[in-house]
């Protein structure tokens, strides 16, 4: 079955519907310009509703961060614990920030084509593939925005890595049967409106993906 992530949790109605639908990650954005952001404060509240990973009930939780400073991933993890960190930024600083933290690293890669497919995992623990942004795009993901997801079959993945970009309900299990994902990350997927999750897609989006 394919794990599943739902990313960009900014309230206590999309926390509790991704514990109960049993995600295996539930991810807080730390980059103020989405409409899914929240401060350490307000992610360190929400954590708090239910377990921490490992245990019954509890889904990991990852923290997403966008070209960050040092002091920002410092203040997110002063406040909250975060299983991992998904890292919008180059490989050099993605793996700069795992030595530093000691917190495990997922960099996102925006794909446009096979030749944007990463061949090493260069310092980090994972990967995240998005689509890439268009040039004049607000923010690196969460755009909702699929692409050629069967050009992953034939990729050598250089370690563990999630699929992500354009995923719905209605889509995933298709996506997952045509890139092989072993797991899956929405955000914009799972909304009635930006920043704003529906109980029912999240339900309906894990079953969907635990079922292909």
């Not at 250089?158 to 970009?165: E, Q, R």
């Not at 072993?182 to 989006?205: H, M, N, Y």
Request: hydrophobic share 55%; with cysteine.
């Amino acid at each position: 079955m394919a794990r599943v992530k739902i990313c960009g949790v900014n309230s206590a109605g999309a926390f509790d519907a991704a514990v109960a639908a049993g995600a295996d990650f539930v991810g807080f954005v730390f980059f103020p310009p989405s409409p899914r952001a929240v401060t350490p404060e307000q992610a360190k509240n929400l954590s708090a509703r239910a377990p921490a990973s490992g245990q019954p009930g509890g889904p990991r939780r990852v923290g997403l961060f966008v070209d960050p400073t040092e002091a920002a991933i410092a203040a997110a993890l002063a406040a909250v614990k975060l299983d991992a960190l998904q890292i919008y930024a180059d490989g050099a600083r993605a793996a700069a920030l795992r030595l530093r933290f000691g917190v495990p690293v997922w960099r996102a890669v925006g794909v446009a084509s096979a030749a944007d497919l990463p061949a090493r995992l260069e310092g980090v623990d994972g990967l995240l593939l998005d689509a890439k942004p268009a040039a004049d795009a607000l923010r690196p993901g969460g755009n909702a925005q699929a692409w050629n997801w069967p050009m992953l079959a034939g990729w050598a993945a250089p370690g563990p890595w999630i699929l992500a970009g354009g995923l719905t309900p209605e889509n995933v299990a298709a996506a997952v049967r045509a890139s092989g994902a072993a797991a899956v990350d929405v955000s914009s997927g799972v909304e009635r409106a930006p920043g704003e999750k529906d109980s029912e897609l999240i339900r309906a989006f894990v079953a969907a993906a635990r079922a292909a």
